[in-house]
């Protein structure tokens, strides 16, 4: 069956100004989809930036949602008391059109642990707070330097471990790709974790 593309929530992603080079049959099932383009453009409930353990800003995706998310963000941030590797913090959105942002912090290097349960984590916060739209980035894979494949796999494995639970609320999750390769990876990987229905 394929996916009802009526469904506003899978328009908003879809139909995004930010989208490049996305078709719908990128909206694998129900509950997952592909996106490339700017993480900070999403209408979702949450998204979930790659941060680092003072929770400050920084660069990459982290420097790109604090200054689209306005000075708001910071101070919101710097009442938290930063955040150990691993795990994550929730926010409001700000200035952004997602309602919140999720902060995991990542391993800096290979460190498969600790880089699937931001993931879990995030999904967690979720469940906890009723969000049921998430976006995730790519933790990890860029200034922190986890290897592209093995990250898409463990965020995959996780995400379709977490869904199973019987109690969980999310109703969406969609990986967000910045850049080609992790594309191209996340394409050659998914219908492994999420068969398509
Ligand atoms: N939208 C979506 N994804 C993006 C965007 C964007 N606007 N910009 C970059 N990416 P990185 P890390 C992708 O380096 O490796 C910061 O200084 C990028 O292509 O942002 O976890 C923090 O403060 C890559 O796929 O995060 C930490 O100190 C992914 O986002 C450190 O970097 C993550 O790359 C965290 O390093």
Redesign the pocket.
């Known amino acids: 069956r394929r996916p009802d593309f009526a469904d506003s929530a899978y328009r908003t992603f879809l139909d995004n100004p930010g989208a490049r080079d996305i078709e719908p049959n990128d909206a694998i099932n129900d509950k997952i989809a592909l996106w490339q ?4 453009t999403l209408e979702v409930d949450a998204i979930v930036n ?3 353990e ?1 929770l400050l ?9 604090h200054s689209a998310a306005g000075h708001g963000l910071y101070q919101e941030c710097k009442t938290l008391d930063g955040c150990k590797t691993g795990s994550a913090k929730l926010t409001g959105g700000h200035d952004l059109p997602a309602k919140h942002i999720i902060h995991a ?2 391993p ?1 290097g290979y460190k498969p642990k600790l880089l699937g349960s931001c993931y879990w984590k995030s999904l967690q916060i979720c469940d906890e707070h009723n969000l049921k739209e998430v976006a995730f ?10 290897p ?1 494949d093995a990250a898409a796999q463990i965020a995959m494995a996780n995400v379709r471990q977490y869904l199973e639970r019987p109690d969980t609320q999310i109703e969406r999750v969609l990986f ?4 080609e390769k ?1 594309k191209h990876i996340y394409r050659e990987h998914i219908g492994r974790f999420f068969p398509p229905v």
């Open positions: 383009g700017d993480i900070t790659a941060a680092n003072s800003g920084g660069g990459g995706v982290d420097g790109a949602i912090v990542g800096i980035c790519c933790i990890s894979t860029g200034i922190f330097g986890f592209n967000v790709m910045f850049l992790d």
